[in-house]
């Protein structure tokens, strides 16, 4: 227990001089034009446990300042809502494209018998199969259940099964909130992110990188490394930017990540506070009345 309690301490100090190294040396891993090894450094460690100390070191600074000064800890909650917010509303139109490009479909399609669509707004065709539009509708659902996640937790329209939540106090459910937040939505949500990474890199960059090498076996093929998009399609001529869904992956858990810090912190601002302090600068949507009673009428 004592190693490994050590070992955790040496990792959490390391984070604070990986994060420093980092900042100061921005081009060791982000010169991509210039340098193979800028950028294998960028995908090793951008799933590493380096950067995954960095990430507690940045959350427990947060926590101190917070605990000290709670303006500052409500400040961070309204950042990162808001930020959520603002990501899942733009993403939630994604919804009715889908619903007007697959009507679009079936008209073209079944009525006029088009066989392939061009689209060429501003001087550029872009020429694809139907199909390939077809195909393409699962890239708006993915879109709206990836990014629209977040917004959908900050709005409680998400699913809870409560066993004991709705029977115990106030306190109480902000302690049920906060264990939730460190011991399931983030260690899951990490998860995904580092094996989704790695997944994703696999389709962007040749040669391809499993996700246990180390640094060092990396940077020996960084004269071989050359950027190469997956184009590979399920049908000859159907959607063939499949990498995207995994794009969508790694952008799913970095936000429910930084949603599940700014729950853990409003739920601790509201245990800290009283239940006086529920809800505070949560930021909504307001249904109208025919819309709230649909609502009421499915849950």
Do not use: C
Not at 129 to 142: G, R, V
């Amino acid at each position: 227990m004592a190693e490994w309690l050590s070992w955790v301490a040496g990792q959490l100090l390391a984070g604070f001089v990986n994060l420093y190294n980092a900042i100061v040396n921005p081009m060791a891993w982000l010169d991509w034009a210039n340098s193979s090894e800028s950028l294998i450094r960028f995908i090793y460690y951008g799933a590493s446990k380096e950067f995954l100390f960095v990430i507690i070191d940045i959350f427990l600074v947060f926590l101190v300042i917070g605990l000290f000064h709670r303006p500052f800890m409500w400040g961070v909650v309204r950042v990162i809502e808001g930020f959520s917010n603002s990501v899942g509303r733009f993403f939630a139109w994604a919804g009715l494209i889908m619903v007007i490009q697959q009507v679009m479909i079936v008209f073209l399609q079944r009525i006029f018998r088009v066989s392939e669509i061009s689209v060429g707004p501003f001087g550029t065709v872009f020429t694809k199969d139907l199909s390939w539009f077809s195909e393409e509708l699962k890239l708006y659902n993915a879109m709206v259940v990836a990014l629209v996640a977040a917004y959908t937790f900050v709005q409680g329209g998400h699913v809870r099964v409560d066993l004991v939540y709705a029977r115990v106090g106030f306190r109480a459910k902000k302690v049920i909130d906060m264990f939730g937040s460190l011991f399931f939505i983030l260690p899951s949500m990490f998860l995904i992110w580092m094996f989704g990474w790695f997944f994703m890199w696999r389709s962007l960059v040749n040669p391809k990188f499993p996700a246990s090498a180390d640094l060092e076996s990396m940077l020996r093929k960084a004269s071989f490394l050359k950027m190469k998009i997956e184009t590979i399609g399920f049908s000859p001529n159907g959607f063939n930017g499949y990498f995207i869904f995994k794009v969508l992956l790694v952008a799913f858990a970095l936000m429910i990540i930084v949603q599940g810090f700014g729950f853990f912190f409003r739920s601790l601002a509201e245990f800290i506070e009283g239940k006086k302090s529920e809800n505070k600068f949560l930021d909504r949507d307001k249904l109208n009345d025919e819309t709230a009673e649909i609502a009421a009428a499915i849950h």
